[in-house]
């Protein structure tokens, strides 16, 4: 999937950048401006010295610069009268040098001296030093107010800077995306061929506005994507603008919040404003439950922060001035806290629901996430697809990721099917802790807990067949027990929430039955089932003393909106429906206790085996179990043959498919994992 560009291509100035080539802290020259007076300074002192001074030059001392007069071997002599600095010429090299230096008297040098040279036919040359004016009189008087005037400057343009910084504080943080539109379009949107369909109208609208007017249709002012994280609503988002090509105000919801009051009013005013201005447009809000929250409901009462901001949207959507040729997007996996203000026709006036991707669609985001990826022919993209309901775009993304990651650790240079196996296994329950060391006593306990939960979900009818049994420490569980689903439900019957009870409750039962004791290993599976069974009583109606009634299902609980808030049962009823939960569950667990001592020989083949090879497959345990019991043991099936067409398998039929031709899937993602100690 194709994503917005992030950075401007070479050449072009920044999205946000003021024009003319200057930031926020001025013309970049003026970061030069001090290293530039520096090195003028240094030029000035500097260089003159370096330029008179001779470094190929003899030192001499004056008295040697006397012997060397007297023995013949000085040719010329220059006398600076301001310094006393001398300098000369040898007739002949001395000691490699050509020339010396040496330091003399001012004015002028004594008579003898002048004496010797004259005796000895040396060139005696007079200079002087000429006065700087700039040097010695202008810059003494220049420096102080120079750094009088830069330390001006540098306040006033601190104060500018933190004034332009307070007064922009109102604007919209929103990226205005115009020439460089994203270039997403409906065709790198895998999947969600609906929801593309009943989009495409806002697009229309944009693109043939028109059309609209004449027959005196109005279009949705306002769309808004829900749904669980991860489907794609904001790459939906970025598809409408790219087929449309009109620009695209892309903004959060937190973008709105400051600490100064009133400032998110002022940038949902800027943000319209800037919208106006480039009409046709859209506005795309990402997560705006963050701001949209329902006014009244916390303790703030109406007068907070967000309420202003959140009225001041309302106003701007459809308030006393309409707004033409705008259309607002927004997207949430909270549409229940939203104001119902916000959801009304004439603001949002259509809510699409981007559901988690269907089989179908999962093999085509599959198919996108793989393009890029090296992978090996024995990958059923098919396979991968129904092995994971329930998995957003995100999550399929992740998987193929992990998958690719696996096939490096191996050294593979391509992806198999053993890849996205581990890689289905470290999603789900997290990566093996190879380093933890168990007792044999306790590989014991977790092999019987795990057996247990693997020898119910065989043996009951309605239970979803056992995919892998682990006795090795992974993620924050010592064992685990993953079931897969033959096909994608959509609906949970009576019968299989109640076997998943069961299967749940097996790992305790086993515990007790073999040992004679429990365990904290049955913590997880106990919070499973109780919340099972407490649905069952009071929210699904699957209970006959309480009958077709249903409580709960709050959702989402703001801060002091439930302070006034009352159940809406009394005290009786609460006490039915934990009597209720509490027979639920103990004859589910008296169910699977008499299922575990009938099939006791199976219980221990799987746990023999746990032990011996610490995973299994389902078909090691229908091996195994069916063995023990010398009969087909497993429950009602409708086994899916390698042609497509569907067998119905009892218990104790021995007319089974031929092996291999049952057409369950390799890599499937467990629809429940039953996990032991952690």
Request: proline share 6%; glycine share 10%; aromatic share 6%.
């Amino acid at each position: 999937m194709s994503r917005p560009p992030t950075e401007p291509p070479p050449g072009r100035r920044p999205e946000g950048a003021p024009p003319g080539g200057t930031g926020r802290s001025g013309p970049s020259w003026l970061r030069f401006l001090p290293w530039l007076l520096i090195g003028l300074l240094a030029l000035v002192f500097f260089v003159p010295n370096l330029s008179q001074s001779d470094s190929g030059a003899k030192s001499l001392s004056y008295s040697q610069f006397i012997e060397q007069v007297n023995a013949g071997q000085v040719q010329k002599v220059t006398f600076n009268k301001t310094s006393g600095d001398i300098t000369g010429k040898f007739r002949e090299k001395v000691d490699g040098a050509e020339t010396f230096a040496t330091d003399g008297p001012n004015d002028d040098l004594p008579e003898r001296t002048l004496d010797l040279l004259d005796e000895q036919g040396v060139t005696l040359v007079y200079t002087s030093d000429q006065p700087n004016i700039f040097l010695d009189s202008i810059l003494p008087l220049m420096l102080p107010i120079l750094v009088i005037v830069g330390l001006f400057m540098w306040i006033m343009r601190r104060g500018a800077s933190q004034a332009n910084g307070l007064m922009s504080i109102g604007r919209s943080r929103a990226k205005v995306y115009s020439t460089e539109k994203p270039k997403t379009q409906f065709d790198d949107v895998a999947g969600y061929g609906p929801v593309k369909a009943e989009i495409a109208e806002v697009v229309d609208f944009l693109k043939h506005p028109a059309k609209f007017k004449d027959i005196g249709a109005r279009i949705p002012k306002g769309v808004l994507l829900v749904g669980p994280p991860g489907t794609g609503k904001t790459l939906i988002a970025r598809a409408v603008a790219g087929e449309a090509g009109v620009p695209f105000v892309s903004v959060t919801g937190s973008d709105f919040m400051e600490m100064f009051v009133g400032v998110g009013a002022a940038r949902v005013r800027d943000l319209f404003q800037t919208a106006r201005k480039q009409a046709p447009a859209i506005i795309f809000v990402d997560e705006i439950d963050s701001i949209g929250r329902k006014r009244g409901a916390g303790l703030g009462g109406g007068h907070d922060e967000r309420e202003q901001t959140l009225n001041q949207m309302l106003a701007e959507m459809d308030g006393f001035e309409a707004t033409e040729g705008i259309v607002m997007m927004a997207a949430t996996n909270r549409p229940d806290v939203l104001d119902p203000a916000l959801l009304r026709p004439g603001r949002f006036d259509r809510q699409i629901v981007v559901p988690l991707p269907t089989q179908d669609e999962r093999v085509a985001i599959l198919r996108v996430h793989l393009e890029n990826k090296k992978v090996s022919d024995d990958v059923d993209i098919d396979i991968v697809a129904r092995g994971t309901p329930g998995m957003s775009g995100a999550d399929l993304a992740n998987l193929v990721n992990e998958a690719a990651l696996f096939a490096v650790r191996r050294g593979a240079t391509l992806v198999h099917t053993e890849d996205f196996e581990n890689a289905r296994d470290r999603v789900l329950m997290g990566l093996k802790r190879e380093s933890m060391a168990l007792t044999e006593e306790e590989k014991e306990v977790v092999a019987y807990h795990e057996g247990g939960h693997a020898v119910l979900a065989y043996v009951l009818d309605n239970a979803d067949p056992v995919h892998k049994v682990t006795i090795l420490p992974t993620g924050m569980a010592l064992g685990v027990t993953q079931q897969l689903p033959t096909e994608e439900r959509h609906i949970y019957t009576q019968e299989f929430v109640q076997d998943s009870i069961g299967v749940a409750l097996g790992g305790r039962l086993a515990e007790e039955l073999v040992f004679g004791h429990l365990s904290t290993g049955a913590q997880n599976d106990l919070v499973r089932v109780t919340e099972l069974a407490r649905k069952m009583a009071r929210e699904w109606g699957m209970s006959e003393r309480i009958g077709p009634m249903a409580w709960g299902g709050q959702g989402p609980v703001f801060l002091g909106e439930d302070l006034m808030h009352t159940r809406d049962y009394s005290d009786e009823t609460a006490r039915v429906i934990d009597e209720e939960v509490e027979r639920i569950l103990r004859d589910e667990e008296q169910r699977a206790r008499a299922i575990l001592l009938e099939h006791r020989p199976g219980l221990d083949a799987v746990a023999r085996a746990l032990l011996a090879h610490e995973t299994i497959d389902g078909a090691e345990v229908s091996r195994l179990v069916d063995g023990a019991m010398g009969r087909r043991a497993g429950g009602f099936r409708r086994m899916r043959r390698a042609d497509g067409t569907v067998t119905e398998v009892r218990p104790g039929e021995t007319d089974l498919p031929p092996a291999g031709e049952a057409g369950e899937p390799s890599v499937l993602e467990p629809s429940a994992r039953f996990d032991a100690p952690t």
